[in-house]
C-alpha cells in the first residue's frame, strides 16, 4: 500500500533522530508528550501528560469545539455574518486583520483560526457565543470537565498569554479525540493548508502535514512560557493515532518529536506491543 512505502520511508529519515527526545525530555522543564489511540483510549506512550502546561494556540481547539457545536445544534450557521467588535479587532498577532464594525462569516472565522490561528477570529466567535471573552472562558472550562479534562482552565479563546490558562497532554489528547469522533463533518477544516482571505493567501501552521503519512490535523500553539506545542493526528490504513509535544525548542525539533512519538506508535500498534510511559 502507498501509504505504508510512505510511511517507511519518514521512518527511516526520522531515524537519525532518536536522541532528540531523549535531550528534549531531560533538559526541558516545560516538555510533556502522550501518544493515544483514540478509538480504544489506549495510551501509547506518555512523558509529564499530566503536569500542568501553557496551551498557547493549542486553546482555539476547544474554541472550534464549542463552534462545532454550535453548529451541530443550530445555534450558528456556517454563512452567518458576524460582528468584528473592537477588542476583536485589537488582538495581538497572529490574526486576519479584522477591522471593528465590519463582518465575517462563521465559516471564515473557522478556517482563519484552523489554518492561520487568528486571534482576532477566536474573539469574534467567543463574543458571538458567549457575550463576553471572560464567560466564554467559563464556558470552554465547563465543557473541558465536560469531556473529562479535569486539570484544564480557560481564560481567553485564543491562547495569547494569561497565568491561569493551563492544561495537560492527556487533556489535550481528550480534545483532539472528542473533535475527531463528535465532529466528523466539521474535522477536516483542521486538514486545510491554505486559506485565502481579502487577497491574501495563508498557509497552515502544522507544517508537519506536509510531510508525514496519512497526518490530517490538527493545531500549533506557541507562546514564550509554553514553548512549541503541537497537537497533530495521523491515520495508517484503519488505525488512527493522536500525539501532543508540549515544550518544543523550536518548531522543527518539535516534529520531530513528534514524527518519532507517531512512529513508534504506529509501530507498537503493528507489533501488538504494550504501553511504554516515560
Not at 529519515?13 to 532528540?20: G, N
Not at 465547563?142 to 482552565?153: E, S
Not at 512549541?228 to 484503519?238: E, I, P, Q, R, T
Amino acid at each position: 500500500m502507498f501509504w505504508l512505502k510512505a510511511y517507511l520511508i519518514f521512518l527511516g529519515l526520522f531515524s537519525v533522530h532518536l536522541a532528540l527526545g531523549v535531550t528534549v525530555q531531560n533538559d526541558n522543564d516545560r516538555y510533556a508528550d502522550i501518544v493515544i489511540e483514540p478509538s480504544s483510549g489506549r495510551v501509547l506512550h506518555a512523558t509529564n501528560a499530566t503536569s500542568l502546561r501553557h496551551p498557547a494556540s493549542l486553546t482555539k481547539m476547544m474554541t472550534l469545539y464549542m463552534a462545532f457545536k454550535a453548529l451541530k445544534e443550530g445555534r450558528l450557521k456556517l454563512d452567518q455574518q458576524l460582528p468584528v467588535s473592537a477588542n476583536a479587532a485589537g488582538q495581538e498577532p497572529t490574526k486576519l486583520g479584522l477591522k471593528s464594525g465590519q463582518t465575517i462569516s462563521v465559516k471564515d472565522a473557522i478556517m482563519s483560526i484552523a489554518t492561520l490561528s487568528a486571534n482576532d477570529s477566536a474573539v469574534v466567535l467567543a463574543e458571538a457565543l458567549g457575550g463576553s471573552v471572560s464567560d466564554f472562558g467559563r464556558a470552554m472550562t465547563q465543557q473541558a470537565f465536560n469531556l473529562g479534562m479535569k486539570q484544564t482552565h480557560f481564560d481567553n479563546p485564543s491562547g495569547l498569554p494569561d497565568p491561569y490558562q493551563m492544561t495537560t497532554a492527556y487533556d489535550m489528547a481528550k480534545l483532539a479525540s472528542a473533535l475527531i469522533q463528535e465532529f466528523p463533518e466539521y474535522y477536516p477544516y483542521f486538514s486545510l493548508k491554505n486559506y485565502s482571505y481579502g487577497g491574501a493567501l495563508y498557509h497552515n501552521h502544522n507544517h508537519l502535514m506536509d510531510n508525514y503519512p496519512g497526518m490530517d490535523g490538527i493545531k500549533t500553539g506557541y507562546i514564550h512560557s509554553s514553548g512549541f506545542n503541537l497537537v497533530a493526528s495521523a491515520k495508517h490504513g484503519d488505525t488512527r493515532l493522536i500525539g501532543v509535544v508540549f515544550g518544543g525548542t523550536s518548531p522543527a525539533t518539535r516534529n520531530e518529536r513528534m514524527a518519532q512519538l507517531l512512529n513508534e506508535g504506529f509501530a507498537t500498534i503493528g507489533q501488538g506491543g504494550h504501553a511504554n510511559s516515560n
